[in-house]
């Protein structure tokens, strides 16, 4: 009797890559690769890398450098990089470690096997293409596995916007959106495996315009036929960019029930010299505009944020001009980064921010941002909500899911299970979650 080979998947960065991982998987699955638990029991092992930021980069070679020794014990493991870190490096990445075997860009993921079969052959596999074939027609999930309650679906990839310290357009190429039909049997396919919810994943997802039977169809128009999927009870979507917010997509905030009150809209700076700067084309205040827009719609929506601190040429009232433009927003999470330098995008050029003066201000700025979302957990308390529950949590009886919101929810006496959506009333808030009960538990009084 063979016994399967074993695969592990260590991924880095954002949720696509999260989803293509999970492709990855099912991709060599066909090739009797079943999931390791850890890297040491592995026969493969592929890093799915992230190259936003200088940091997530070189973690991959210090990785790298720690897997290579596996091979001592283990010479017929072969070790793979996937994802940003494999697109914008390519061979260097072997040239720097050759313990590497396969360098797998996101475009070429449904070429995994073929390139699977090379390195079992003894071969370096490389393939960093932008091919022209679909590769998500190639990486259809296998049939019938049950999934967890929250699964992602890629619908857009890449992203034409070009900002001027991102290295996204690069890495994973133009926009393109996946037809509208291909998105459906996804989501149906995913539901049928007991999924309740879903989050569209894009680089820029809110300018998706996928082909349809009738021309183009545009993200809103996508989330209303999603919305008739029998037992898909919630939709969310992101990342998006604040130009391609439209009408549509701020009216299907208001009126369909399933998309979830929760949008990440990233601003990245306060500043319109500094907005300028990153070629953002739009200005804090069309950004401040659209949000009041956008809570019309749903007054009771949650942001969140992405923000780059010390961009090049980032003065003191640049910065003050962010924290004015968080103070009026309040996001109920935001993400906050120092700036850092991605070698070939058009900021790399420029003059840094002292260190020091961005790291005094990336302090300042994640405190204001804490302190709001301390206070946006603060203000569901006595509140009820729906939560989709995920998993057990640690202690005995307690189960732990998201709410409308995106809060992660306690639940401590959980008369529900994994799969359920539960009516709670929110009692407590911790710094990273909320604590409820169960609605049922004060029935009598209502
Ligand atoms: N330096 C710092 N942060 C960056 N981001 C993207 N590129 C950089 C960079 N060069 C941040 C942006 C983006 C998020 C995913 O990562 O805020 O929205
Ligand atoms: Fe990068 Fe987002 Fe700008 Fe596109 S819109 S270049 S993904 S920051």
């Known amino acids: ?87 914008a490096e390519g061979a260097e990445i072997i040239r720097r470690q050759p313990a590497v075997d396969l360098v797998v860009g996101p475009q070429s993921y449904h070429r995994l096997p073929e390139m699977e079969a090379k390195v079992r052959a003894g071969e370096a596999a490389l393939d960093t293409d932008f091919p022209a074939e679909d590769k998500f027609e190639h990486l259809k999930s296998r049939p019938k596995a049950r999934r967890a309650p929250a699964a992602f679906l890629t619908v857009q990839e890449g992203c034409d ?42 680089q820029n997802v809110n300018a998706y315009h996928g082909a349809g039977q009738k021309g183009d169809v545009g993200l809103a128009a996508l989330i209303r036929e999603l919305a008739k999927i029998d037992g898909l009870d919630r939709i969310r979507y992101t990342t998006s960019h604040p130009n391609d917010m439209d009408d549509e997509l701020i009216a299907a905030h208001a009126e369909v029930p399933e998309l979830m009150p929760y949008l990440h809209l990233p601003v990245q700076s306060g500043s319109d010299h500094i907005l300028k700067r990153m070629n953002r084309s739009h200005t804090a205040e069309s950004y401040l505009r659209l949000i009041e827009r956008i809570r019309a719609a749903r007054p009771d929506i949650v942001l969140s944020g992405d923000f780059i601190v010390g961009f090049p040429e980032e003065s003191d009232a640049d910065f003050e001009a962010t924290m004015e433009l968080v ?48 206070e946006v957990q603060q203000s569901m308390l006595g509140r009820e909500v729906s939560v989709l529950v995920e998993r057990q949590g640690r202690a005995p009886g307690q189960m732990l899911g998201k709410s409308e919101y995106l809060h992660a929810v306690h639940i401590d006496d959980a008369m529900a299970q994994v799969g359920d959506i539960a009516r709670v009333r929110i009692v407590d808030s911790k710094t990273n979650s909320l604590t409820a009960r169960h609605i049922q538990a004060d029935k009598g009084g209502e």
């Open 161 to 202: 916007k070009f900002c001027a310290f991102c290295v996204v357009p690069y890495t994973r190429g133009a926009e393109i959106s996946r037809p509208v039909l291909r998105v459906l049997e996804e989501a149906r396919d995913l539901v049928e495996r007991g999924v309740r919810e879903i989050t569209l994943l894009g």
């Open 327 to 374: 103070r009026q927003v309040k996001y109920g999470y935001a993400y906050s980064f120092k700036y850092s330098t991605r070698p070939g995008t058009p900021a790399a050029e420029r003059q840094l921010v002292d260190p020091e003066v961005a790291d005094e201000r990336l302090q300042r700025l994640q405190r204001l941002i804490t302190q709001h979302q301390q």
């Open 1 to 87: 009797m063979t016994t399967a080979k074993k695969l592990f998947i260590k991924t880095y960065g954002c949720q696509m890559n999260v989803y293509d991982s999970e492709r990855m998987a099912e991709a060599l699955g066909g090739q009797g690769y079943e999931t390791a638990s850890s890297a040491e029991e592995a026969d493969m092992i592929l890093l799915n890398t992230c190259h936003i930021r200088e940091k997530a980069a070189e973690k991959v070679y210090s990785e790298l450098g720690r897997l290579k020794k596996l091979k001592v014990d283990k010479p017929d493991l072969k070790i793979g990089v996937a994802g940003c870190v494999a697109q």
